[in-house]
């Protein structure tokens, strides 16, 4: 490698390093927001697992409405109930739901700003992270914000998120309303505006400008548009509210666990979300909110800026790549530096390394599943340190592309990789721009700015000429270098940073936005460094990710303080007087009988004294078609959480007189003392219907000791018994 590109090199890893440290959290000074008063609060919040329908549930209501009561606001508790508003083909969640609704009218409101929380957690974890440290911003805002602002002003903490966005499903639809969500999805991390509601540019214009910490980027947005993860804001957006959703996600091996307490919050985290959501409420408190709903923008951060422009410039500008990689393509022929057959099929072949570094990231974590049993069971795809195995993927992925360059200029020549290499991004860049919307500048500008480079570098290149009249003939390389690495900053930040900052969101799903940024950063790398060795740098990366994914179960040790994460359930039949132990993996043949659902390995259990609800028939009589109608009363045993009614097929359901549809069932959280009223539409003759209850406490079960260094992520023990109706 020449010195100058050594340099170039040096330089733009430095980039990336910027790029992440700046984008971290506590790198700038702390706002109006007491970080050290959040986190008392979260302290009084998760001291032990509060799921819906438990008595430590209620203590932490009371406590949140007693807190809000003493700011002065009008505070109500909201009851209702929620089903779960998503396609759902089995057991449907439901339950009855407590929000916690705080208010302030506006001195001339143009509509109603809503800092929003959910305040129950999961049964399995203290819930310090999620979402203790979004309850704490919303108490320390509504501590901060003035007693008197021009709009009216709600503090929502919303029930049931955990057991199925409940508490959100239940609010009333309402208008002229901008929510700020906070949430989290580990316990470190940058706190991300990861969504914004559509038809929403102005209010991203205002989060950009306000918020001291910007941290956004349209792209992962349209990416979580095509998975599952959801949060109560969908069902925000759904209701027509205007707003944010917000959350950090690093450290997700706490993600629902025991260690999602206290001692293990990141401060620091807590500070940024607290930063964030103050000053952008504080705007948005005397805004003109009817101003804020027009278009969608493109948006993505850079250290210490977010940039954003209008949704309908993303295709112009990606076609703009694409020219100036076309004209770079056009110049080098010009001038006889590649040929055009041999750089598209260099640019064809770029293809392999990006696909097999999305490969790499997308197996690395089941690969390590299957090498150390352990893993598999880690609900997030992470490690409690990661830190080995994420050094192994970057350098495979170096390794392999290393590997391509060696080979692809055996194939098409010396030059044509270089070029090849930005013509796919910039085509990727397009295509991400048709297919993707909001996603394609993390490819694009890294194509521009490259190809300006590269035209620029051209421009200085000389046969043995100056510069400039006087200069001296050894400055052109030197410039033709810095013209190269200016070029390829937007990729440092872009695409170098985002595969960094990629890892946050966990080795399952992080490691593919990892693989894949890494390898077409190192395409776009490929002219600073057309002069290395790349068999020799492929041969030292693969012994590096050969060394690092050894080096990773030494480091990543399983003790008291990062335990195995098991999924243990407990079931019991109480018609037959027989009870197994359950853990998802491979399926039992009894698995349907005794959780109602495939999917639990099964082996015997003592027996313990936990009751079925009771079911009795109301009215029995013919149904829709040749079927009949059942009215049952579903009465839960004691104080148990969850009360539920689980079939063999779906079928028309309705609870309460509220229809569900079509479904196998429904769990009802916090069920009613004196029970519900189902009614059935069934097929004609005997259907078998199974009738449950479940406590989060596997200490029922007699003789039942946890496993050393173990963690239960989601303890239940269910009693059930089958009714032939």
Known sequence: ????????????????????????????????????????????????????????????????????????????????????????????????????????????????????????????????????????????????????????????????????????????????????????????????????????????DVYGSAAPHPMADSGFAAVLSLLPNNTDFYVFEKNGWLGLDSAYSGGGAYYHTPLDDPAHLSRASLQQMGDNTLAVARVLADADLERLRGGESVHFTIPWLLVRYPAWLELPIALGGLVLAGTLLAVSRRRGLIRLPRTAAAAGLGLVPVLVAGAAGFFLWPLLGMLRLEYAGMFTGDPYRPWPYQG??????????????????????????????????????????????????????????????????????????????????????????????????????????????????????????????????????????????????AVAASTAAAVLLAAGPAVDRFDSEHPRQAHLAYALDTGSGTAVWGEPGATSPDSARYFGEDGYGTRPAPVARLAEPRLTVVRSGPGPGAGRRVVVRLTPSGDAPVVGLSLERAVPVSVDGRALGRRKGFAYHAPPAGGVEVTLDLPAGRSAVRAFQEVYDLSVVPGFRPAPDTAYLRPSAVAFRVHRL
């Not at 702390?30 to 203590?59: C, K, L, M, N």
């Not at 590997?403 to 295509?431: F, K, Q």
């Not at 721009?433 to 190809?451: D, K, M, Q």
């Open 392 to 537: 192994a993927l970057a350098a495979l992925v170096v390794a392999l592309t290393a590997a391509w360059w060696a080979l692809a200029r055996r194939i098409t020549g010396e030059r044509e990789p270089a070029v090849g290499g930005v013509l796919l991004v910039a085509l990727l860049g397009v295509a991400s721009a048709v297919l993707l919307p909001g996603g394609s500048h993390t490819l694009v500008w890294p194509a521009l700015f490259a190809s300006a480079g590269g035209l620029a570098a051209e421009a200085v290149r000389s046969r043995g000429t100056a510069l400039t009249p006087g200069s001296a003939p050894g400055a052109t390389p030197r410039f033709r270098s810095v013209a190269l690495t200016l070029g390829l900053v937007p990729a440092a930040v872009l695409l170098g940073g985002g595969a960094v900052l990629g890892f946050d969101i966990g080795l399952e799903l992080g490691g593919v936005q990892a693989g894949l940024y890494l390898a077409l950063f190192l395409l776009l790398l490929s002219p600073l460094l057309q002069h290395v060795r790349v068999t020799a740098v």
């Open 1 to 204: 490698m020449t010195r100058k590109a050594l340099f170039g090199l040096a330089a733009l890893v430095a980039v990336v390093a910027l790029t992440v440290w700046a984008q971290s959290p506590g790198t700038r000074a702390a706002t109006a927001f007491d970080g050290s008063r959040a986190f008392t609060d979260v302290q009084a919040i998760a001291r032990a697992p509060h799921p819906v329908g438990t008595s430590e549930h209620d203590r932490v209501r009371e406590y949140l409405v007693a807190e809000l009561r003493r700011l002065g606001l009008d505070v109500r508790v909201q009851e209702g109930v929620g089903v779960l508003p998503l396609d759902h083909d089995g057991v449907v969640p439901m339950g009855r739901v407590r929000n916690i609704v705080a208010e302030r009218p506006g001195t001339a409101p143009t509509g109603r700003l809503v800092v929003a929380a959910h305040y129950d957690s999961v049964p399995g974890a203290p819930g310090a992270s999620d979402d203790g440290a979004g309850v704490a911003t919303l108490l320390e805002v509504a501590r901060r914000l003035p007693e008197s602002t021009r709009n009216d002003l709600a503090f929502l903490l919303t029930d049931g998120e955990e057991a199925g966005l409940l508490g959100a499903a239940a609010l009333p639809p309402g208008g002229r309303t901008v929510v700020l969500n906070n949430e989290a999805r580990g316990n470190r991390g940058a706190v991300m505006m990861f969504r914004a509601s559509g038809d929403s540019g102005p209010l991203v």
